[in-house]
């Protein structure tokens, strides 16, 4: 299926995944081919203004994570480990005849991208990573360890009351506080990003169900991928937010340490969502990259 705008095709479709759960993607433009791989519980618009600007002379890929939006329903929910995600990417390019892209990733994105590439390297051109991680970052989120136990308290009430958490959790949709709330935990910085931004990302937290998210989000905090990092060869990218409270610039400056030949570069005054705060900047220094390694 195609939809024609003013000036880039779009072609949607899904593919099944080896397990049977579909994939969704959306491609547009023509060119070398860049995949873009958003965070846990985010959607495609946190890439708006990457696809508007690579669209023009590139083909960019972007996807549903399986779970989230239209890459639903999972078919098992035991299915929801980095190692599933890998060969959902894997599947991905091989459906679209693609033997290489240039990957990005932003935030639990970063963690998809090294999984898949210790599965399997051989597809990646270059590796971009913005606000990211290759270790859990909420171990001690503000000096403080209660991300976990939290995380714990939460999971364990839903399981006794599954219809009231998961009432509550829907209940973001109309409920404005909740979307600051929302903005905060998703690293926005307030006075920068767009509030419609900030809105599209509250109600694409709330669609999706939790226990996938329970799934999605303890993968996060048992991943570690610093072995992994050592052995990535291909060329990589890092960009760090100044100001990101959700991983700090201390977790990119070790991924950098860690790769070979990696280039770090630190965006001045971004937050946890670079790409929206500063999509200029954070365009200029993809596609510098990008055509340098194309």
């Avoid at 098992?76 to 959902?88: G, P, Q, R, T």
């Avoid at 360890?145 to 958490?165: A, I, M, N, T, Y």
Wanted: proline fraction near 5%; hydrophobic fraction near 40%; charged fraction near 20%.
């Amino acid at each position: 299926m195609t939809e024609q705008n003013l000036f880039i095709e779009k072609t949607t479709g899904t593919f099944k995944a080896l397990d049977g759960t579909p994939i969704y993607y959306e491609v547009r433009g023509q060119g070398e081919p860049i995949v873009f791989v958003y965070g846990i519980a985010c959607l495609m618009n946190h890439w708006h203004y990457q696809v508007e600007h690579f669209s023009k002379t590139n083909k960019v890929i972007l996807f549903d994570i399986r779970g989230h939006h239209k890459s639903t329903p999972v078919s098992n929910i035991n299915n929801m480990k980095f190692e599933h995600l890998a060969f959902d990417l894997h599947g991905l390019l091989r459906h679209l005849g693609i033997e290489k892209a240039h990957m990005v990733g932003h935030s639990f994105g970063v963690p998809y991208l090294i999984k898949t590439y210790e599965q399997f390297p051989e597809i990646f051109k270059s590796l971009s990573f913005i606000n990211g991680f290759a270790r859990n970052p909420l171990k001690k989120l503000f000096g403080v360890e209660f991300v976990e136990p939290l995380f714990d308290f939460l999971r364990d009430q839903h399981r006794k009351s599954p219809d009231l958490w998961t009432a509550l959790w829907r209940g973001m949709i109309d409920n404005p506080i909740a979307f600051q709330v929302a903005a905060l935990a998703g690293g926005f910085n307030l006075r920068l990003t767009q509030f419609k931004d900030i809105e599209m990302y509250g109600r694409g937290v709330s669609r999706l169900e939790l226990p996938l998210f329970f799934e999605l989000f303890e993968q996060l905090m048992q991943f570690d991928g610093n072995h992994i990092l050592p052995t990535i060869n291909c060329p990589t990218l890092i960009l760090a937010g100044d100001k990101d409270m959700l991983t700090p610039p201390a977790y990119q400056t070790e991924m950098h340490a860690l790769i070979s030949g990696s280039e770090l570069m630190k965006i001045p005054y971004g937050s946890h969502c670079s790409q929206l705060d500063f999509p200029d900047f954070v365009n200029l220094k993809l596609a510098d990259f990008i055509n340098k390694n194309d």
